[in-house]
C-alpha cells in the first residue's frame, strides 16, 4: 500500500473532527489518497495545520525533550505544572511507582511553598500553570486535583478502543496478534482497532482506595500541608494558564477544574485537543525516514457532554 493510501486509512479512522473543520479534513484525506506523487514533507506540512485535531506526523527518530528542571515549580503565587509525568534525573531504573512519587514529592512540596506564600501576603488567588505541559500519567492527574475536590464526583467520560481496553483477554489477544506480527494481516486485529467499549463515566472520590496505594496521607508534607492550610485549599480561588501545547493529562486536567467551577481560565489560546491517548502507526518514507501518526485510541468527554479531542479547552 502506498504511503498516501496508507495514511488517508489512517486519518478516515479518526473519530472526532470539529465541527468547523470537518468538510476540510475530509478533503485533505481524499487530496492525500489521490495524490499518488505527494510527497513526505508536503502531507507533513498539510498535516500541521490540523496539530489541535490529533491529526499530525512526528518524526519517530526524534527524542522527547527532557526536562531541565522540576516537574512542579512554586514561583510566588504560582503554582507551575511543567509535566504529568516526572522521570527522576539521573537513574536507570525508572519504574512507574517511581516516577509517580517523584511527581507527588514536587507537587505537594510546590503547592505548600504556594500556599504559604498565600498566606503571608494574605492572597486568596491561585494561577496554577500549564503552559507547555504535554500531559503524562493519569496517576499524577489524579494527585493534583486530590487537594482540591470535595467527596464524589463524576469528571469525564471515557471509552476505549477495544485493541487498548484494560480488559485483559482482548489487551492479551491484540498483544499477541502484534508481536507475532500478524496484526497487519488480521481483520481480527484490524476489527479491535476500530470498536469500541462501552462509554463509562469516571469518578473522583475523595475517600477512594487509590489515595492509600498513592500513599498521600502519609506523606509528611502533605500533613504539614493540612494542617496549616486543610479548609483554605479547599475553598481557593484558582486561574488557569493554557496555551497550544497544553494537551493530554493537562487539558483534561484543566477541563475537570473548570467543569467543577473549581477554576477560570485566564488564557485565550486554545489547548491542543489531544487527550485520547494515542497509538502510534510507524510510516516509511521513501528516503527510509521514519514518521509516526498518532491515532487516539480513547475517546473523552468533558462532563458537561462535549468532546475534548480535536476540540480542546
Request: proline residues 3%; hydrophobic residues 35%; contains cysteine.
Amino acid at each position: 500500500m502506498s504511503l498516501n493510501k496508507q495514511i488517508a486509512n489512517l486519518l478516515s479512522r479518526y473519530y472526532a473532527y470539529p465541527e468547523d473543520r470537518k468538510r476540510e479534513t475530509l478533503d485533505l484525506i481524499s487530496q492525500i489518497r489521490n495524490k499518488g506523487n505527494l510527497k513526505i514533507e508536503e502531507v507533513e506540512n498539510e498535516l500541521a495545520q490540523f496539530n489541535n485535531k490529533h491529526l499530525y506526523l512526528v518524526n519517530s527518530n526524534e527524542e522527547s525533550p527532557s526536562l531541565n528542571h522540576p516537574c512542579v515549580q512554586a514561583v510566588l503565587n504560582r503554582l507551575v505544572i511543567h509535566s504529568f509525568w516526572c522521570v527522576p534525573k539521573n537513574k536507570e531504573q525508572k519504574g512507574r511507582s517511581e516516577i509517580r512519587e517523584n511527581f507527588k514529592y514536587h507537587f505537594i512540596t510546590s503547592l505548600l511553598r504556594v500556599m504559604s506564600y498565600l498566606d503571608q501576603h494574605n492572597m486568596k488567588e491561585m494561577i496554577i500553570d500549564l503552559k507547555g505541559n504535554g500531559g503524562g500519567g493519569d496517576d499524577e492527574m489524579m494527585i493534583a486535583l486530590y487537594p482540591f475536590l470535595k467527596g464524589r464526583v463524576a469528571i469525564y467520560d471515557y471509552q476505549f478502543k477495544w485493541a487498548s481496553t484494560p480488559h485483559y483477554p482482548i489487551k492479551a489477544i491484540s498483544k499477541f496478534l502484534t508481536q507475532s506480527g500478524l496484526s497487519e494481516f488480521s481483520f481480527f486485529h484490524s476489527l479491535l482497532n476500530q470498536s469500541w467499549d462501552q462509554r463509562r463515566t469516571f469518578y473522583f472520590d475523595e475517600n477512594d482506595e487509590m489515595w492509600n496505594k498513592f500513599k498521600i496521607t502519609d506523606d509528611l508534607q502533605w500533613k504539614k500541608l493540612q494542617e496549616r492550610f486543610g479548609k483554605k485549599i479547599k475553598e481557593i480561588e484558582i486561574k488557569l494558564e493554557v496555551d497550544s501545547s497544553t494537551g493530554s493529562a493537562s487539558e483534561l486536567y484543566a477541563s475537570i477544574l473548570v467543569d467543577l467551577k473549581r477554576a477560570e481560565v485566564l488564557s485565550f489560546k486554545r489547548t491542543k485537543g489531544s487527550v485520547g491517548a494515542p497509538s502510534f502507526h510507524t510510516i516509511r518514507s521513501r528516503e527510509g525516514k521514519n514518521y509516526q501518526l498518532a491515532i487516539p485510541s480513547v475517546r473523552v468527554w468533558r462532563i458537561r457532554g462535549d468532546t475534548l479531542e480535536g476540540r480542546g479547552l
